[in-house]
DNA sequence: AATGAGGACTTAC
DNA sequence: GTAAGTCCTCATT
């Protein structure tokens, strides 16, 4: 169980798990994050969809990351809410005296973090390709913990922390408390644990949604189990379909890799030594860099993959066939 | 100092 | 055999 200590954002998805919170920290605690995903960031892509129930839930999240969480989940209680959205709950008890409009604003609700509950799923499925492992962590192998764990470090440029948790297993980690994650890792324990709790949380969707206990699944998380169920199978990955994953994701990666003129297929790598390190993880190579990677990448030169673009640059490359 | 082009050899699958 | 990884030289930015 978390910590009282860390304020949630209740951006749940519908239900948690065994007891879990929302895995979004709030804000003050996203200070400190380097880039967690937060509330606001994964709403900021729907702002085309939902624009004005983005803003509406915007304020409330405000609103909950101001709150206690025990006085929180006391209002629950005591709108008779017990196994419920914890946002949604949270709202109905907000909203007492406001009947009139709080379906509507729960289905509002709960349409957005339906839309955020898909984001994560597939951040999940993409990361699970850039990495090659299995997307519940309770299966991980010591190897596949170790990498996911080296992977989250350097994604969210967090300090490098993996020895703290070598030799043990997906679900060693998924038995470890918020607490013992702060005292393997001081700085940034808890950060790993939140990362953590996404994926379990994640993974306990899916085994939810398994075709022998579907009854109780709302409209509209069929598609999500789908994304959740969509094999993340290992298969070695070529350094350019590699990149290309990046470039999908530039919420996650934008930092380091991104495309320049997608249509034309151009990228740039921004982190050269960010890329060569993700690249080096997912191959198991430790001793990648971006002499190494670039070599790789001019090998596709004569393939017909990958080429400068007409007007050269420095670190831009060019897809030959743009998808 | 970092990046870029390629040769030559090795390694993993 | 293929796709990279490693190492290296020399050129360019």
């Given at each position: 169980?978390?910590s009282?200590?860390r304020?949630?954002?209740?951006?749940?998805?519908?239900?948690?798990?065994?007891?879990?919170?929302?895995?979004?920290?709030?804000?003050?605690?996203?200070k400190?994050?380097?880039?967690?995903?937060?509330?606001?960031?994964?709403?900021?892509?729907?702002?085309?969809?939902?624009?004005?129930?983005?803003?509406?839930?915007?304020r409330?999240?405000?609103?909950?990351?101001?709150?206690?969480?025990?006085?929180?989940?006391?209002?629950?209680?005591?709108?008779?809410?017990?196994?419920v959205?914890?946002?949604?709950?949270?709202?109905?008890?907000?909203?007492?005296?406001?009947?009139?409009?709080?379906?509507?604003?729960?289905?509002?609700?709960?349409?957005?973090?339906?839309?955020?509950?898909?984001?994560?799923?597939?951040?999940?499925?993409?990361?699970?390709?850039?990495?090659?492992?299995?997307?519940?962590p309770?299966?991980?192998?010591?190897?596949?913990a170790?990498?996911?764990?080296?992977?989250?470090?350097?994604?969210?440029?967090?300090?490098?922390?993996?020895?703290?948790?070598?030799?043990?297993?997906?679900?060693?980690?998924?038995?470890?408390?918020?607490?013992e994650?702060?005292?393997?890792?001081s700085?940034?324990?808890?950060?790993?644990?939140?990362?953590?709790?996404?994926?379990?949380?994640?993974?306990?969707?899916?085994?939810?949604?398994?075709?022998?206990?579907?009854?109780?699944?709302g409209?509209?998380?069929?598609?999500?189990c789908?994304?959740?169920?969509?094999?993340?199978?290992?298969?070695?990955?070529?350094?350019?379909?590699?990149?290309?994953?990046?470039?999908?994701?530039?919420?996650?990666?934008?930092?380091?890799?991104?495309?320049?003129?997608?249509?034309?297929?151009?990228?740039?790598?921004?982190?050269?030594?960010?890329?060569?390190?993700?690249?080096?993880?997912?191959?198991?190579?430790?001793?990648?860099?971006?002499?190494?990677?670039s070599?790789?990448?001019?090998?596709?030169?004569?393939?017909?993959?990958?080429?400068?673009?007409?007007?050269?640059?420095?670190?831009?490359?060019?897809?030959?066939?743009?998808?």
């Open positions: 169980m978390s009282p200590s304020p949630h954002i209740y951006v749940d998805v519908p239900a948690f798990p065994h007891g879990h919170l929302s895995p979004y920290s709030a804000e003050e605690h996203l400190t994050l380097y880039g967690f995903p937060s509330m606001p960031e994964y709403l900021s892509r729907f702002d085309m969809l939902v624009s004005e129930d983005t803003a509406w839930i915007m409330k999240t405000e609103t909950f990351t101001s709150m206690d969480r025990d006085v929180e989940l006391r209002q629950c209680k005591e709108a008779g809410q017990d196994s959205i914890d946002s949604t709950a949270g709202h109905r008890a907000q909203c007492v005296g406001l009947s009139g409009q709080t379906d509507m604003e729960d289905r509002c609700l709960e349409q957005v973090q339906s839309l955020v509950l898909d984001e994560v799923l597939k951040d999940i499925e993409t990361a699970c390709k850039l990495l090659n492992i299995t997307p519940d309770t299966e991980w192998s010591s190897g596949h170790q990498k996911w764990l080296l992977w989250t470090e350097h994604l969210y440029r967090l300090p490098q922390v993996g020895k703290a948790f070598q030799h043990l297993s997906g679900s060693d980690l998924c038995v470890m408390s918020e607490e994650f702060r005292q393997r890792c700085p940034c324990g808890d950060v790993l644990f939140a990362h953590l709790d996404i994926w379990k949380t994640a993974a306990w969707m899916k085994d939810r949604c398994s075709p022998e206990n579907n009854t109780f699944i409209a509209g998380t069929d598609e999500l789908a994304e959740a169920d969509s094999s993340c199978s290992g298969q070695p990955i070529h350094l350019w379909q590699f990149l290309r994953e990046l470039l999908l994701k530039p919420h996650n990666y934008g930092r380091s890799i991104r495309w320049l003129n997608k249509e034309k297929g151009i990228f740039k790598i921004e982190d050269s030594a960010h890329v060569a390190k993700l690249w080096g993880i997912r191959k198991n190579r430790p001793a990648m860099n971006y002499d190494k990677l070599r790789s990448i001019r090998q596709y030169y004569k393939k017909g993959i990958i080429k400068k673009p007409d007007v050269s640059q420095r670190l831009v490359y060019q897809f030959v066939h743009p998808v």
